[in-house]
């Protein structure tokens, strides 16, 4: 399966949102953080001609957590590491 995971979104007033990822040890798409407050504007071409870079931004930190696995089988509860 592919899947995209969004970078960067703009309303139409020009204020915009970055999302940046990382990939985890299991191959997938973490997020890292995400700046906002950014601005951007354009001339009648669809050229930037000036743009405000996000200074506002959350970063996410992950640790490890232990999960046990607990399943049933033939009505017995089995648990595991």
Do not use: Q
């Not at 970055?18 to 040890?25: D, K, L, Q, T, V």
């Not at 870079?53 to 696995?69: H, Q």
Request: glycine share 8%.
């Amino acid at each position: 399966m592919l899947a995209l995971a969004e970078s960067f979104v703009i309303d139409t007033a020009g204020n915009y949102i970055e999302f940046s990822y990382r990939i985890n040890r299991l191959g997938e798409c973490d997020l890292s953080n995400i700046k906002y407050t950014g601005h951007k504007k354009w001339d009648e071409n669809g050229n930037v001609t000036a743009e405000e870079r996000p200074f506002a931004v959350v970063d996410f930190i992950y640790e490890a957590a232990p999960r046990s696995v607990e399943s049933f089988v033939a009505g017995r509860r089995i648990t595991g590491d």
